[in-house]
């Protein structure tokens, strides 16, 4: 089965400094992955994406993750944190012996930026 | 200019009761999706439809019957409700196509609490 850990509950993070959110994934054959954030009361909205190229994706609002398949990590970055980043971040896995209609998601990650 | 809406935001009822949450989306996707969140956050697919036919049934009770009678739309109908319902619902939408390695387009959840 095809599935995604984000190891890290919460991550806390001083405004101006670097970020990392951390995503392993368990798949057959090629990973398609995504990141998606939440903000309170809201829908999720998409990121980025790694299907196939480049490992470093580059994304919405200067995010970007890095696709590493010796470590199976797909791990969210952004150089300099901003307050208006804190939110709750899902990593996720198209699942593809469905043909792709079904996206698992990891469990999320709160990201707290502290001015 | 709303991509995905869905209706009504708030549902406040009591056990037993049958409730609906319709969906639409303006995107001109293929696929459209019934994802539940939990109170710990915790996303889980309920069903995919694509091209207006259900393709992924997530072991959902039947209690739970979702309609769509065309590919802008896709609601979800509730009978007998009970505590464990509650929940944010969300739909989405993505384009389909081969490997469908689109990304989700969420709406902004629709909050049902079962008394």
């Known amino acids: 089965a095809q599935s995604v850990a984000q190891p890290e509950d919460q991550v806390n993070v001083a405004e101006g400094n670097p970020l990392t959110v951390k995503c392993t994934y368990s798949?057959?054959?090629?990973?398609?992955l995504f990141w998606y954030v939440q903000y309170p009361n809201r829908g999720l909205q998409f990121l980025l994406k790694?299907?196939?190229?480049?490992?470093l994706v580059k994304g919405s609002y200067g995010f970007e993750a890095e696709f590493n398949k010796s470590q199976t990590s797909f791990h969210l970055k952004k150089p300099s944190a901003l307050v208006s980043d804190s939110a709750l971040y899902f990593c996720a896995v198209r699942d593809v012996y469905t043909g792709g209609f079904k996206t698992i998601f990891g469990a999320g990650t709160r990201l707290f930026v502290k001015a | 200019d709303t991509a995905v809406s869905q209706t009504p935001k708030y549902l406040v009822t009591q056990m037993g009761n049958d409730k609906s949450i319709k969906c639409e989306q303006n995107l001109g996707h293929d696929t459209m999706y019934w994802y539940k969140q939990d109170s710990k956050k915790f996303l889980k697919i309920m069903f995919s439809?694509?091209?207006?036919?259900?393709?992924i049934n997530e072991t959902v009770p039947n209690r739970f019957s979702p309609k769509s009678p065309d590919k802008a739309h896709l609601n979800l109908h509730i009978n007998s409700l009970e505590l464990g319902d509650s929940a944010v619902y969300f739909c989405?939408?993505?384009?389909?196509?081969?490997?469908?390695?689109?990304?989700?387009?969420f709406g902004e959840g629709s909050r049902l609490t079962v008394l």
């Open positions: 439809y694509n091209n207006k036919e259900l393709i």
């Open positions: 790694y299907i196939t190229g480049d490992n």
């Open positions: 989405a939408s993505s384009q389909g196509g081969q490997a469908n390695t689109g990304e989700l387009f």
């Open positions: 798949v057959s054959g090629n990973p398609y």
